[in-house]
Every structure is written in C-alpha cells, then in structure tokens.
C-alpha cells in the first residue's frame, strides 16, 4: 500500500532551491492530512548537509543519496536513483518542483514507474478519491484540475505559488543513505559545459518581481531602463514576445505562451499592448502595473495600476522614486 | 540520417478560449488550428541536418482528424512521410498514453534522431518528449536551442536552457530532443511543397495497428483525468495613476508600498 509524501529536494551551488521548502510546506500538510510521513529525496555531491535543512524544514525522512557521480544533474543517472527511492519508499504522492530538472526528470519518471503526473501545478489537495492537482493550461487561459488514478500520484509545482516551509529550529529527520549503483545504461549523457549568462541570472520563473519591456521599447539599447528599474527593485526583466522576435533581447526572457507563464508578486509591463498570449503568461501575477502611451491597451484590463504616458519618462521617474523609498 | 518529428495541431496563440459546456474542454468552433510552435523548431531542425547530411524526415502526429492538418504543414515544409494516429481508442488521453501511442509507432519507423517541441502550448505538460524517450530506452536532452549533430552521426551536443543557465549536453545518437525557441527560425511551406503535400499520401494507423490495446491509450489508459476546467479571473484594483510622470511615478511608488504593500 502506497504510502506517504516525497518530495526532490533540488540542490543547487551547495543551497536548496526555494522551490524545494515550498515542496516541503505542501508536502508536510498533506502527509499530516493522511497521517503519514514525509519523506525527501536529496541527490547530489556533497549535499549531506542539506539533510539538516530538510528536516528543518518538516521533512520526516531523508533519502540521502550523496555521490561524486550525481554532482551534475543528468537525466538517466538521477532518473535511476530517483527510481530506486521511490521504489524504497513507496510514496502515494510525489512532487518535483517544476523547475529546469523537475520538468525534464519527473515525465521521465512516471513513464519508467507507469503512474500518473500532472505539470506544472499551482495548487494541490487531497479529495475524497486521492490527490487533486490545479494546472494552468493554455499557458494560464484555463485552470484545469486533475485526479488520478493509480500510485504514486506525480506533480510538478510551479516555484513562486506555494509558500515555504517554516523553518523550525532542532528539528531533524532521519537520514537513510542510499548507494548509488549506476549501470552503462546510466551514464548515457554528460555535461560537457556550463553557460552562465553575462551580468544577471535571469530566473524569471523565482523572480518575485519582474519588469518586462515590449515593443514601445522601441530597440534594444532602451532595455537599459527596464534593468535598471528590475535592480532598484531587485527583480528580473522579461520582455513580451514582440520584442524578443525584434531581436531586442534574448528568448529567456520571453514571458508569455512561447516563452515563460511567471506568478510574481508584482509584474511591470512597460510599452506592452498586452497580447492574448502574453497576458496568458503573466494574469496571475499578485500585483500587475501597466505604463502604456495608448489608453486602449489591453494591458489596462488586466492591470492593479496604470499609467498612460511615455514609458522614456515614466519608468526612469519611477526607479528614482523607488531607489528614493528603498534608501529612506 | 532517419529523422522522427513528433507533431500536434493545437489552437493559435493568439486564440481565445472557452471552456465547453461539460467543463471537461474547450470548445473548438471558431478556432484556428496550427502546428504547435515548439514544434516547428523541431521540423525545422529535422529539415535542416537533412539537408546537411541526407536521409529522410517522417513526421509523426497523433490526433482527431484535424491532425491531419500539422502533418500536412510539415509535408509542405519538407518532411518526406507523414504517420497520422487516428483512432477512437486513441482521443482524450493524457501525455502519458500519447507517449505509449506514440513510442509504439516509433517502434516500426526507423529513427537515429527524434525531434519534439518542448510542450504544446495547449495542455502545457511538457511530458511527451522524455516519456517517449524513456518508452524507446532512449537518452534524451529537453529544451534545446542549439544542436550539433557529429560528422559519425553516432553522437550529438546540445545546449539545453536550464533556470538562468545554459548547459551543454553531449549524447549518444539515437536520442529524443525537444525543441525550444531559438533552435532555429522555422521556414514558410513553398507553394511547390505545399501542391506536393496535397497529393502525398498519409500513413493512418490504429491502436490495434499499433499493437496496442484500447486500455493502454487513450481515456482508457490515462493515469490521470481531467475533472474540470474553467477560465480564471482574478479581481483587478484597475486604478488610473494621473499626473505628469514624476507625479504619476511618485504616487504609484506610494501605491505599490502603502496600498499593495509589494515592494
């Protein structure tokens, strides 16, 4: 009989992604609904210490799986060992963060364990007949809500929606080791190298904030103001696909149906109409500000805040007035 | 080089859409339908190696018969053969019946690459590519936007879009690759290719074609269902900031800290 909640407890430079205690937060609430523990899968080099962290966190059990061949993520090597434990702990639930390797290991996943997994989820609950997952589709168009049937129910959450666990201090889980036997078959792909853009990490899916720039940016040397109202605020910058296919700036990005769905707690868009598909990618933001010079622009209807006037006037104003705020 | 790309037709980005009266889809009337976008990549890229290196492109779609509409754009395109799964037994499945359908018919096409989107941009499961790589024991590499195929045609690198980062990925060939944005810039059917594809004969298989039980596939054989779905609305404050812009700018930074309180 199936049996509790695991969560992959994703690590990333020696830290837990936030992600992971947002896992840890839904994942405690729904193991303690069923009774039931919460177990963690953590894979990784040298990860041991974040075990501490995890049962911090409200984690019950950790799967440890600590080896030199697991230090860069590769899909068959973590698909297998994410397997074994699964197959250890016998979970009911299991949920990834829908992250960069969430995304490409849990479809993976589900597929080897033959089970269910619904992407990409905003919120989970159990019903009368098991796990409920809420998705948006359609790149936010449309919410759906899933059921499942059979064990593990697998779920992909969406980072930024759920809110982390609470950190409470002297708590600890058990730690179970897990030995890592990798086959051939294991070891297909490797990672050969690692791009780390210039200046910023653009995450724009963890972005609590973010200022996007359309196609009233007029050209690419204006992203400039765009940066520099995102730092003041210590957000991120998005641009609306109009800008993006201008090759104004890179796809990463892109918010909206061909690029990023983001839920950040507040949302700029700045000389942005306000397309069908780029408000699919960003209605659900917590607070969303409009500065368009066309009062007709769609982006209104879906805005807390609006400006109509010159973006070239509004947005530097703004960053004084913010740096102004920030520093008093 | 013998090349698969998978294929779906889905509603146009810029379509609006309805939920149906069942709350279980979408109502499709008044929709135009495309080929998914990511998917083009994957045309595009599967076309391209082609040119490069010879072979063929067989592209693959799974679908109602308005399916047969992508596979069509992609013969326009270039692609040489055109595999449509159409059947009853195959319609409401989830990503993970697609992929057993689609695994299956991969199983009688000989491939030494396999090109998909990364997601279709109506059910946004991104599911398709991995679990059909996981079905065909294949590796694979997601999100892709930029893929060297070696001269051998035994083994590949590819540059995969991570959180903030780009990694390189090398693989031994066959793999399965999902195309991102940026891979390439998808070309316009020709019009010569476009008469062409009209007179090209498809492939149409069936579960039981494909060897597949009706309880493997479709509704039947998803591991999840969809129990409702509905149009979000979210209540707006839509207030207008007046003023000349250090005005308006200085009450809206006022707004966003005293009213929303979020920054």
Redesign the interface.
């Known amino acids: 009989m199936a049996q509790g909640v695991l969560i992959y407890a994703e690590a990333r430079e020696g830290r837990l992604r936030r992600v992971t205690l947002e896992l840890a937060g839904k994942g405690a609430e729904l193991a303690a609904k069923r009774g039931e523990p919460l177990a963690a899968a953590l894979l990784g080099s040298g990860v041991e210490p974040l075990a501490k962290v995890l049962g911090e966190h409200g984690v019950d059990v950790v799967y440890l799986a600590d080896d030199p061949a697991l230090k860069d993520y ?3 090597a973590y ?1 297998r060992v994410m397997t074994d434990i699964t197959r250890a702990a016998g979970p009911a639930l299991l949920f990834l963060g829908a ?3 969430g ?6 996943l ?3 364990l ?7 989820c905003v919120a989970l609950d159990l019903g009368a007949d098991g796990l ?1 997952a809420t ?16 064990s593990p129910c697998v779920a992909t959450v969406r980072p930024n929606v759920l809110p982390p666990a609470a950190r409470q201090e002297g708590r600890a889980a058990e730690v179970r080791r897990v030995t890592v036997t990798l086959d051939a ?1 294991d070891r ?10 210039a200046g910023e ?3 724009l ?2 972005a609590d ?1 973010i200022v996007s720039g359309g196609r009233g940016m007029k050209g690419p040397e204006n992203f400039g103001i765009i940066a520099g109202l995102a730092k003041a ?1 210590g957000g991120a910058v998005g641009a609306s696909r109009a800008a993006v296919d201008a090759g104004w700036i ?3 990005h ?1 918010v ?4 990023k ?1 983001v839920s950040p ?2 949302y700029i868009a700045c000389g942005i109409s306000g ?3 780029h408000l ?1 990618g960003m ?2 933001s ?4 409009a500065v368009n010079k066309d009062p007709e622009a769609a982006i ?11 973006l070239f ?2 947005v530097p ?2 960053t ?3 740096k102004r ?2 520093e008093g | 080089m013998n090349i698969v790309v998978c294929v779906k037709n889905v509603p146009d980005t810029e379509a609006r859409i309805t939920v149906a009266p069942d709350g279980k889809g979408i109502v499709e009337e008044g929709i135009t339908f495309v080929v998914n976008p990511y998917d083009e990549y994957a045309i595009e890229e599967a076309l391209r190696i082609k040119e490069r290196v010879g072979g063929t492109v067989t592209v693959v779609g799974l679908g109602p018969e308005r399916a047969k509409d992508a596979l069509r754009t992609a013969l326009a395109m270039g692609c040489d053969e055109a595999v449509h799964l159409c059947d009853e037994a195959l319609a409401g499945g989830d990503a993970q019946a697609a992929a057993r359908a689609l695994a299956a018919a991969l199983k009688g096409i000989p491939h030494d690459l396999v090109l998909c989107g990364k997601q279709a941009v109506d059910d946004d499961s991104a599911q398709v590519g991995p679990a059909l790589a996981e079905l065909l024991g294949l590796p694979q590499v997601t999100v892709v936007t930029k893929l060297d195929i070696d001269e051998s045609g035994k083994c590949a690198r590819a540059r995969r879009e991570m959180d903030g980062f780009a990694e390189v990925v090398s693989t031994p060939l066959p793999a399965v690759i999902t195309a991102q944005k940026g891979l390439n810039e998808p070309r316009f059917p020709s019009l010569p290719g476009i008469m062409k594809a009209k007179r090209k004969e498809m492939k149409v298989l069936t579960a039981a074609g494909l060897g597949l039980d009706a309880g493997q596939v479709g509704a039947a054989g998803s591991p999840t269902t969809v129990l409702a779905m509905s149009v979000p609305s979210r209540a707006r404050r839509k207030c207008m900031v007046e003023g000349e812009p250090p005005d308006a700018a200085s009450k809206l930074a006022g707004l966003l800290r005293t009213e929303a309180k979020v920054i």
Do not use: M
């Not at chain 1, 033959?114 to 990409?120: F, K, M, R, T, V």
């Open positions: 590769t899909t068959d698909a992250t960069a390797i995304r490409d290991l849990a479809p993976r589900a597929a080897r033959g089970c269910g997994l619904a992407s990409d409920r998705r948006p589709v359609f790149a936010g168009k449309v919410v759906t809500e899933v059921g499942f049937k059979g078959a297909r792909t490797a990672v050969a190298e690692v791009i780390k853009a990490v653009v995450d899916a963890e904030i605020l890179e796809h990463s892109q909206g149906q061909t690029g769905t707690t507040l397309s069908v598909q699919a209605s659900s917590k607070c969303i500000v209104f209807k879906v805005a807390d805040y609006g400006i109509v006037g010159d006037q509004v104003a703004l004084a007035e913010v705020l920030r």
